[in-house]
Structures are given as structure tokens and as C-alpha cells.
């Protein structure tokens, strides 16, 4: 998959970037935003309020919409706030809201320097543990702001194991990567964040952004999973990698989003570890429920997780598959697909690798181009899968009802699923001729069989 590319760069984070000219493309003169002794005076003197509330308006921000302050960056007063809440928050515990008003809010990019001094790429704005961020405004990246394949982030975080984020919540704002704007790439995301527990984010619009719209990691580390994830309710549209992914967790909620318009998979989740973890995952306890997904590349892709449901999204008009199931190295284990509609896709499901306990049960498909069901690929296996209780509706095309690659299949169930419109192909289907097998090895351990063919 493509997507591999950059979790590959991500797991590297004990090389720093080496920079170039083309990272930072020339920007524009501009105003610039307030000393940061003036910004610390305001900080404390709003502190007295006790409020335990900041509204950047109040310590010198500008939208762009306002007249004279259409070129007006605002990095620099965004971070003060943040650095002086999470300060907050050690000397009394008490978190503090960070306010993004009405407005639009320019940001430019500047250098990500871990706090050991190796450089990481470039950010806009760091986000520190214990704050919450909220509001209706957007914060936007500024014209011009890195060169061609740069790593960049709008709001990122430390990598250092040692600071991963928690408790931290960010709700109603508006991140715009303005890609248009950039030079080209798939490496710059609106959030790319390394966490340790207790993250939430809801309500925002995450869109326009040459990378993926919400990343969340935690630790690719047995015990260093990220704990405590809910993404819920957003809108993430227009992004050149995924829409939104989460890497090694433990327990997870993905709901009720609406994602379209992603050049790779619109959710995908992750919990490999790498060569000699199998059968351990380090991607466990989720929920994907509820989300509207359109014009990617697969609609919901676990890879390497276990323990899970993915149930009640409304998928369209995949390029590849609806949900793609997926293992690398550990052995994905106990996961329900029920009752989704998958409508517009290559393949409705497709399962690749050696698994456990996957049931795929009572969901609605439709206006798919190549194949119901894609078990294997490759040089891999696919097995210990049940297809049940499934609703097909066949266009006018003839497809396959399931594909059989790679070497080994076994342990398969495909039964009691209904199709409609299925009249014109009926002696084919009782025929299997519309079951193509590929694969190397098939065993008596796979059963096809038990259609039920249905007028509409």
C-alpha cells in the first residue's frame, strides 16, 4: 500500500531531517506576531481573571478576514498560549482552554526541534499535554510554507517517548492545510500528534492538506501503546494520504465522522510491531462506528489490530476495497464487520494474511465493480474467516462473487448470504463459475456455498 511510505519515515525518529532550500519555500512579508515578553505580560495579567480561559483575540491575534491584518501570522501567539497552559497545568493541575474564535487565523511553519536538539521536520503550532483547544475559527496554514515532499505538521507534537501527549482535547476548530498553496507532497498533515493516553478529538474540520487529516500514535513499543482515543463527529475532506489513522492503542472510538476525498484509505488503524511480534498486536480494544466515508482509496482499513468492531459506517465509492482487513506481522484476532453499507467499491471486503475470529455479517452491498469477497494476495495466506447473512445487490456487470490468491486458503465459511437482482446469473452461481480460485491451495477446510437468490 502507499500508506506504507510514511509510517515508514514516522518509525525512524532517530534520524533527523536534513534540510534543503525547497523545505521552507520564500514567504511573503507579512506582519508578524507580538514579543514574547509582551505576550507572557498579557498572559499573566488575563491569568488574575481566573478563568482558567484564554481567547486568542485577547492576547493579540488577528484573523485575516479583518482589514489591515489580511497577512497577519499568528504562530507565535498561539504557541505562547499553549506553552503558558500547559505550564499551568504543572503548577496547579488545573487544565486551561485555549479559545479559537470566529475568524481565520493565519500560521506559518517554522522548525520542529525535539527538546534533545535534533530536528524533526517542520510544524506550525506544538501541542502540549494537559490543554484543550476549542472553538469555531479555523487556523490556516499560510501561503507558501515548505518545499516538495517536506514532513510538516499544522499541529504536532514531541516524539520523545518521554513527552507523548495526554489529556488533551481539541473540539470545533478548523485546520486547513491550504495544499493548494504548498508544493506538492503527502508528508505534510493537519494533525500528526505521538500520545500516551487520554486524547480527544471531536467536532473539528480537519481539510485541504497534502498528508493525513487526524494522525494519532502512540509508541510502537509493547506497553507504550496510546491509551484512551476518541475521534468523533468531524468532517475530514480533501487530503493527499488518509483521512484519519490511529497507530498502536488501546482502546479506541472512531465515530460518527465524515471523511471523503482521501488519495489513500479513509480510516486506517495500525498495531504491527515489526519481525518477531506475531501473533502479538499492538493495536487493541476498538470501535469504528457510525462514519460516512466517500472517494478513497478503502473505506476502513485495519492493519495488524485485534479485539474490535467495525460496524454502521456508510461507505462509497471505494477505489479498492469497502474494508480491508489486513496483517503484517502480528495475528489480527477478534474482529466483527456488520452491518455497514458498502456502496461503490472494486471489492466489498478483502482479507489478507493468516487471522483469527473475523466474522463479516449483515451488511448491504452494492455497485461492486470486481468481486464481493478478495480473500489473500500475493505470497500470503488468508484464513479462519466467516462470511454470513451478507445482502448483495448485482448491477448490470457480471462480477465474481469471490476471489481466491496467494498460497494458502483454509478455514473459510461464505454461507447464507443473500443475493438480489441475481436472475440473469443464476445457473452460474449454482455453477461456482463465478468463484475464481487463484490461490495455490485450498483446502477442504473452505466452504462457498449456501446463496440465496432473491427478485427486487
Not at 532550500?21 to 515578553?37: G, L, T
Not at 499560510?142 to 517517548?161: I, P, T, V
Not at 478513497?296 to 485485534?306: A, D, K, R
Request: net charge positive; hydrophobic share 35%; proline share 2%.
Amino acid at each position: 500500500m502507499k500508506r506504507r511510505g510514511l509510517l515508514k519515515f514516522l518509525a525512524l525518529s532517530s534520524i533527523p531531517m536534513i534540510f534543503s532550500e525547497k523545505i521552507f519555500a520564500k514567504v511573503p512579508s507579512r506582519n508578524d506576531s507580538s514579543d514574547s515578553s509582551d505576550l507572557l505580560t498579557i498572559l499573566e495579567r488575563l491569568n488574575k481573571s481566573g478563568n482558567k480561559e484564554i481567547n486568542i483575540l485577547n492576547i493579540g491575534a488577528h484573523s485575516c478576514t479583518e482589514k489591515n491584518y489580511e497577512s497577519f501570522d499568528n504562530r507565535k501567539i498561539i504557541q505562547a498560549v499553549i506553552d503558558y497552559c500547559a505550564k499551568e497545568y504543572k503548577s496547579n493541575g488545573e487544565r486551561w482552554n485555549i479559545i479559537i474564535p470566529d475568524g481565520v487565523f493565519l500560521v506559518t511553519a517554522t522548525v520542529h526541534k525535539e527538546e534533545n536538539g535534533k530536528i524533526m521536520g517542520i510544524h506550525s503550532l506544538l501541542i502540549k499535554s494537559n490543554i484543550i483547544m476549542k472553538g469555531s475559527g479555523t487556523i490556516k496554514l499560510y501561503d507558501h510554507q515548505y518545499g516538495s515532499g517536506a514532513f510538516f505538521r499544522l499541529l504536532s507534537s514531541y516524539r520523545d517517548e518521554a513527552k507523548f501527549l495526554e489529556n488533551v482535547d481539541v473540539s470545533g476548530i478548523t485546520l486547513d492545510g491550504n495544499a493548494k498553496a504548498q508544493a506538492p507532497g503527502v508528508q505534510a498533515s493537519n494533525i500528526l500528534i505521538e500520545c500516551k493516553n487520554d486524547i480527544k478529538v471531536e467536532r473539528i474540520k480537519s481539510i485541504n492538506c497534502n498528508g493525513n487529516g487526524i494522525q494519532i500514535r502512540g509508541g510502537s513499543k509493547r506497553g507504550l501503546s496510546a491509551r484512551n482515543i476518541y475521534i468523533g463527529e468531524c468532517i475530514v475532506h480533501d487530503c493527499q494520504k488518509i483521512g484519519i489513522q490511529v497507530a498502536q492503542f488501546e482502546h479506541l472510538i472512531i465515530q460518527n465522522n465524515d471523511i471523503s476525498n482521501c488519495k489513500d484509505n479513509g480510516i486506517d488503524i495500525y498495531g504491527d510491531m515489526g519481525k518477531g511480534s506475531s501473533p502479538e498486536v499492538n493495536g487493541n480494544n476498538f470501535i469504528i462506528r457510525g462514519n460516512k466515508i466517500s472517494n478513497c482509496l478503502n473505506g476502513v482499513f485495519p492493519e495488524t489490530v485485534s479485539n474490535g468492531e467495525i460496524y454502521g459506517n456508510a461507505i462509497y465509492n471505494m477505489l479498492e476495497s469497502g474494508v480491508h482487513i489486513n496483517r503484517i506481522h502480528g495475528q489480527p484476532m477478534n474482529i466483527s464487520v456488520h452491518d455497514n453499507t458498502i456502496n461503490g467499491a472494486a471489492y466489498g471486503f478483502t482479507n489478507t494474511g493468516d487471522m483469527k475470529g473475523i466474522v463479516i455479517k449483515e451488511n448491504d452491498l452494492s455497485l461492486i465493480k470486481k468481486s464481493i469477497v478478495s480473500l489473500g494476495g500475493g505470497q500470503g495466506n488468508s484464513s479462519n474467516i466467516t462470511i454470513k447473512n451478507n445482502r448483495i445487490t448485482l448491477g448490470d456487470t457480471e462480477i465474481n462473487l469471490v476471489v481466491l490468491n496467494g498460497v494458502i486458503i483454509r478455514n473459510i465459511d461464505i454461507d447464507e448470504n443473500v443475493i438480489y437482482k441475481a436472475e440473469a446469473i443464476e445457473n452460474k452461481i449454482h455453477n461456482g463459475a463465478l468463484i475464481k480460485n487463484n490461490a495455490k491451495s485450498v483446502n477442504n477446510t473452505v466452504k462457498i456455498t449456501g446463496w440465496k437468490l432473491m427478485k427486487k
